[in-house]
């Protein structure tokens, strides 16, 4: 069950943060890249399976232990996205101080 | 290991040149002089083994998963191939300092000369196939910074792009064709493909294989109809033509045919690839050369002519013919390498290579004169010279073979070839230097330095020696390297200049007179056909194709990206959905989903999914509002941190927890310079509707694939990790030693990306930067700010010293540090003594360190070791070496975090913008 709930919901986020790519404005965009970065993290985080309780810090007692490889490797994808958000950031900025706002095509409203 | 210093002298004398002072001119010459005197002692003294049939071998075990290996051999082939490579690049650079001593600065051309070398002598000398491609592009790229040395000009520029391009995709059909190969063979070593011969020959491959690796050959050695690179590369500094178009680079390809004959020779596909490419290729050569009004131009010609020669007696496949191109291979190398240096003198004497305003040189340059006629006439084949003994062989071999069953047709076309080459050497010979000058020159022409035409000298005493003498000069040498062409039971070498009167005698003695009625008569007798191909063929071929393939990389894109940058990106959306519904076509979905019923465990996940998604959708709804999405999207991190929580994954909650925080505070400052847009219309419907859909559909295969994975667990490699990180890495705290340790070299390259893009940002946001004027005074703030700092960093240091055993470590913990250092930026405090790059360069610059260190302790890069430490106060510390890269990734994430809020929260854009 909690299987089925987790896919929907990363589905589901990764749907809002497409939507939000594809709007008219860098700022849109770097929110949707940070939803669609959450589900993507968390879609590769599952990718080792979901348990409770069974934190991958080894202790003498302990046998069962939950994969350590995805979360080492989303760990950094984290950081990193961190990185491009500020950098998507900084573009937008410029972007807005040269053109006055941060639409991301200038000639498109007819074709829309 | 002799012969890794015979491989390597050139390497480290060209890394020695670079460290040179820029002023000086005599040291380069001299310097880059010592590895080739070095080199030839060194094969002086392996000489009597190599006689005595000793192949020393050299085998150094280096990427053993993909065969390949440090692996030289110097067999007989080799030897020669190192003889001619250090000999003639000695003379090359003793000729050299004289010719360019007009240049500032020459480190630049020994160096790249001397890297030349070494990828040459590693060709030569490699005993594995991949190994030997290696160094084959090394000398492609050596070659193109030779070729375009003087880069200010465009026929340079144009010339080395287009050897590079041409002999680039030879190396490419070349590593296919080692590839099969090596596959067929089971092994990439050169012995032991070369054991596999009838392996080889059986497999249905063999023909694609072997038009591959001819290729690749045939691109080096400038085979008609790929031969039009080399005289563009004519554009080269005269003693670069001489080293690389007569003696060394060109020879590469013919050296590959050498080195592989034992394998795919002598086969009837191989006859009838590399006979006519050879016959074509030496009557194309010396038709153009003759029409040449470039002296270096007939010289570059008559080399795709001698070339040919010597492919087309490797293509006959006798043993025999193979002895005669070794034989050829090195008479060419000694009277071209001379022809060459000569031209370059005429060229620096009197400042021009146009054949039309040359003539009666002679007479100022008496010297350079003779050694330049003799050295033609070696080319031509004059009885005493070395280049009649070849010449004779050749006939020789072509009265052997019989193509399509027609005796007579190879040597009535190899005879015509070698008279066009008599007709050319006496334009050479009798049109520079005798006869009159028809226009004025640019400089009045006088006698070279002494040293210039010292290299020529030897050269052509060569030349002569092994002409009147070749069982006492030249025949050692060919025997011994023409063993390992043919292998041991050699047949009967017989050089000698009289043989009695025959028919490659009487042969030989037509040629001549053919060439004197061609070069006397040339408007009467030659040429009636003109140009036997047209000269810019190639080059325009080439030209059109490279124009042709940025118009299609051009149209492709035109088409793919036409408009507008949201619509290529809804189009790439589809092209991704499409992909991904493919394979699931056809497929029959489950039925019944596996709904079990809903349990107690289940109710904190389900109002934690709601909460989120309430969250999302928030911040879809009201995304222009941006204030507002920037806290749904907050709330949707904050979640998603839980979410690791309950996953049992402290170390990402932690993380995700900090850079929530941090993103939020970025996206709220960054919001002061992007307020929500105000003017303008909202989208329309029908677009958001058609967005939201293909989003929902790109969501739902998301959905379907996670839940796919979820109910069929897979077997992770996890538990390599979970097993030894205690033991291996010394630390309980498996995902940060996976972090630190196991693939620390990933996370090396994770914080290369994290400096660059903090360098990106404050290059971006660089307005403004360092000032605080403005900021509001808030004196409850900075109050604060004092007393939480200190703390703060505490935390920060805590959360460092337990990661590498606890949830924690230095990503987090620079996370923090950056949290607690922005606020006194926040309160418009002074605080900005950090450089960002200076802590990205020290961390970088510790990670770097701490992983080579592992490399003095004889481990693998990155590795760790671990003991105990006791500190005051904490305690007993299980301490790792991992914890110094930690401390790196700590230093990076703190300078490129910093360098982020504070370039953001300073950020002025100026007036007037």
């Known amino acids: 069950m909690s299987a089925l709930l987790f896919s929907l919901i990363v589905g589901l986020l990764a749907a809002c943060g497409l939507y939000l790519v594809l709007r008219r404005h860098s700022f849109d965009l770097v929110l949707g890249m940070t939803l669609l970065s959450y589900a993507v993290n968390l879609f590769i985080f599952a990718m080792g399976g979901l348990k409770i309780g069974a934190t991958p810090i080894i202790h003498a007692a302990g046998s069962d232990y939950a994969d350590p490889l995805p979360p080492a490797l989303v760990l950094t994808a984290i950081v990193i996205g961190l990185a491009m958000t500020a950098l998507l950031l900084a573009l937008a900025i410029r972007q807005r101080q040269q053109q006055g706002d941060d639409r991301i095509d200038r000639d498109e409203d007819a074709s829309c | ?913």
């Open chain 2, 1 to 913: 290991m002799p012969l890794l210093l015979l491989l390597s002298l050139p390497f480290v004398a060209a890394a020695l040149l670079t460290l040179l002072p820029l002023r000086g001119r005599v040291l380069p010459p001299w310097l880059a002089a010592g590895a080739p005197v070095l080199g030839l002692s060194l094969l002086w003294l392996m000489w009597p083994g190599l006689v005595a049939g000793e192949h020393p071998v050299l085998h150094l075990p280096w990427l053993s998963a993909a065969d390949i290996h440090l692996a030289l051999r110097l067999d007989g082939l080799a030897a020669l191939f190192v003889l001619l490579v250090y000999g003639i690049g000695l003379l090359v650079i003793v000729y050299g300092r004289y010719y360019l001593n007009h240049e500032r600065d020459t480190r630049r051309f020994f160096a790249s000369l001397l890297l030349f070398m070494g990828a040459m002598l590693g060709v030569a000398l490699a005993d594995n196939l991949l190994l030997l491609l290696s160094f084959w592009e090394l000398t492609s790229i050596s070659s193109f910074l030779l070729i375009g040395y003087w880069g200010e000009r465009s026929a340079s520029r144009q010339g080395a792009r287009m050897a590079l391009v041409v002999t680039g995709a030879g190396g490419l059909c070349l590593l296919a064709g080692f590839l099969l190969l090596g596959d067929i063979a089971g092994s990439f070593a050169v012995s032991d493909v070369i054991a596999a011969r009838e392996q080889v020959l059986a497999d249905p491959r063999y023909p694609l294989l072997l038009c591959l690796i001819l290729l690749g050959a045939f691109a080096k050695s400038a085979q008609f109809p790929l031969h039009f690179w080399l005289p563009k590369a004519m554009a080269a500094p005269t003693p670069v033509s001489a080293y690389l178009h007569s003696a060394t680079m060109v020879k590469a390809g013919v050296f590959l045919l050498a080195r592989l004959f034992p394998v795919l020779a002598g086969t009837d596909l191989w006859f009838s690839i590399v006979v006519p490419v050879g016959l074509a290729t030496l009557l194309v050569g010396a038709w153009q050369a003759n029409l040449q009004r470039d002296l270096k131009g007939l010289l570059a010609y008559s080399t795709i002519s001698h070339l040919g020669l010597i492919t087309l007696l490797f293509g006959i496949g006798t043993r025999e013919s193979a002895v005669a191109a070794v034989f050829h291979l090195i008479n060419h190398a000694t009277f071209k390498a001379g022809l060459f240096m000569t031209a370059g003198i005429v060229d620096h004497e009197t400042g021009t290579r146009d054949m039309g305003k040359l003539g009666g040189l002679a007479r100022y340059m008496p010297h350079t004169a003779l050694l330049g006629c003799v050295a033609a006439a070696a080319m031509a084949g004059v009885p005493l010279l070395n280049g009649f003994l070849s010449k004779e062989m050749f006939y020789g071999q072509t009265l052997q073979a019989a193509p399509l069953g027609v005796i007579w047709l190879l040597p009535v076309l190899a005879w015509l070839g070698t008279a066009l080459s008599v007709a050319y050497s006496l334009r050479f010979a009798h049109g520079v230097f005798f006869g009159s000058a028809t226009g004025p020159l640019p400089h009045t022409p006088h006698e070279a330095p002494r040293w210039m035409r010292v290299p020529i000298e030897l050269l052509v005493a060569l030349c002569l020696l092994v002409g009147m003498l070749p069982g006492w000069t030249v025949l050692e040498l060919l025997q011994v390297a023409s063993r390992s062409v043919v292998g041991d039971d050699l047949p009967a070498i017989d050089l000698a200049l009289w043989h009695g009167v025959n028919l490659p005698l009487l042969m030989s003695i037509a040629a001549m007179l053919l060439g004197l009625v061609l070069y006397r008569w040339p408007g009467k007798l030659a040429w009636p056909m003109g140009r036997l191909v047209p000269e810019e063929g190639g080059k325009r071929s080439f030209d059109a194709l490279l124009a042709g393939l940025l118009q299609l990389a051009h149209s492709v894109a035109g088409h793919w990206q036409r408009d507008t940058l949201r619509r290529g990106l809804l189009r790439w959306l589809l092209l991704c959905l499409l992909a991904g519904i493919w394979p699931w076509l056809g497929q029959i979905m489950p039925a019944a989903l596996p709904l079990a019923p809903l349990q107690r465990a289940d109710i904190p996940p389900l109002v934690g999914g709601g909460i989120m998604l309430l969250a999302a959708l928030v911040c879809v709804r009201w995304h222009r509002q941006r204030v507002l999405a920037v806290l749904a999207a907050g709330v949707v991190g904050l979640m998603t941190a839980l979410t690791f929580v309950l996953y049992s994954s402290p170390d990402l909650a932690l993380t995700q927890l900090v850079v929530e925080v941090v993103a939020t505070i970025l996206l709220l400052l960054a919001l002061r310079h992007l307020p929500t847009p105000h003017h303008g219309m909202r989208e329309s419907a029908a677009r958001r509707w058609r967005d939201a859909l293909l989003a929902l559909l790109a969501g739902g295969g998301i959905a379907a694939c996670l839940f796919a994975v979820l109910s069929n667990p897979v077997p992770s490699l996890s538990g390599y990790y979970l097993q030894h990180s205690v033991p291996l890495g010394g630390g309980s705290n498996v995902v940060n030693v996976i972090l630190v340790d196991f693939r620390g070299f990933d996370t090396f390259g994770e914080i290369t990306v994290l400096g660059l893009a903090g360098l990106l940002l404050i290059k971006l946001l660089q307005q403004g930067a360092g000032s605080s004027a403005d900021a509001p005074a808030a004196p409850m703030l900075r109050l604060g700010v004092r007393l939480l700092l200190p703390f703060g960093l505490l935390v920060a240091v805590y959360l460092f010293l337990r990661g590498h055993q606890q949830p924690g470590g230095g990503f987090v913990a620079g996370l923090v540090t950056v949290v607690f250092l922005v606020l006194p930026v926040l309160a418009g405090m002074r605080f900005s003594r950090l450089s960002p790059p200076r802590w990205m360069a020290f961390g970088l610059m510790l990670a770097l360190v701490t992983g080579t260190g592992a490399w003095y302790f004889d481990s693998e890069f990155l590795s760790s070791a671990h003991g105990h430490l006791h500190l005051p106060l904490v305690g007993e510390l299980e301490w790792a070496t991992a914890a110094l890269f930690d401390l790196a990734v700590y230093l990076l994430v703190v300078g490129a975090g910093w360098a982020l809020f504070t370039r953001l929260a300073q950020y002025r854009p100026e007036e007037g913008a």
